[in-house]
């Protein structure tokens, strides 16, 4: 007949008395297990997102830098380096935009994180060509959205949309993307 290890019958009291004795000084855990009453909020975690876009964003678009491009008439901008005949490709709209911004109700500092979040995105996806939707209105952003365009180092050409694309409301920008050279002309 077997013995059952569980069974406690077959324990001897020396055995009992040792163990007794080898444990005399040890004390209960207390639970260590970390309930919170107060889950974080969202939209304090949506801030944070918000701030740390705001930050990123900072690096590249600066109000305080103006470069030298007219905003008041067409805009029109080709990085050093690059092609000049790029501008007039985009205006005569050779390039169609494969993602579209629209910037419409948005202050400085939304569009800021609005144009970062879509020249990441155009990035991310391999997409050569982009169009932002900026409007009119007040002038405000059709002003800046340029300056804060020429500071960003991924954009290597920019012009005033065709008016399939927005016309003056809009410009068509172009993102350097190495690996994709085959989509350049």
């Known amino acids: 007949m077997k013995k059952d290890p569980h069974d406690n019958n077959h324990i001897s009291t020396d055995d009992i008395d040792l163990f007794r004795q080898s444990i005399s000084g040890a004390k209960a855990f207390k639970q260590d297990t970390i309930r919170f009453t107060n889950k974080p909020k969202v939209s304090q975690a949506k801030q944070f997102s918000q701030q740390k876009k705001q930050h990123q964003s900072e690096f590249f678009f600066s109000d305080e830098y103006v470069p030298d491009i007219d905003t008041h008439g067409?805009?029109?901008?080709?990085?050093?380096?690059?092609?000049?005949y790029l501008a007039k490709q985009l205006r005569r709209g050779d390039y169609v935009p494969e993602l579209t911004l629209d910037l419409h109700g948005l202050n400085k500092e939304l569009a800021k994180d609005e144009l970062a979040g879509l020249i990441h995105e155009c990035k991310k996806q391999h997409y050569y060509c982009a169009c932002i939707v900026h409007g009119i209105g007040e002038r405000i952003l059709k002003h800046k959205v340029p300056q804060y365009l020429v500071q960003h180092p991924d954009v290597i050409a920019m012009h005033q949309a065709p008016l399939?694309?927005?016309?003056k409301g809009a410009v068509l920008i172009l993102i350097n993307l190495p690996q994709s050279d085959e989509f350049r002309r």
């Open 164 to 167: 399939e694309f927005g016309g």
């Open 74 to 84: 067409t805009v029109s901008y080709v990085k050093p380096g690059h092609d000049s």
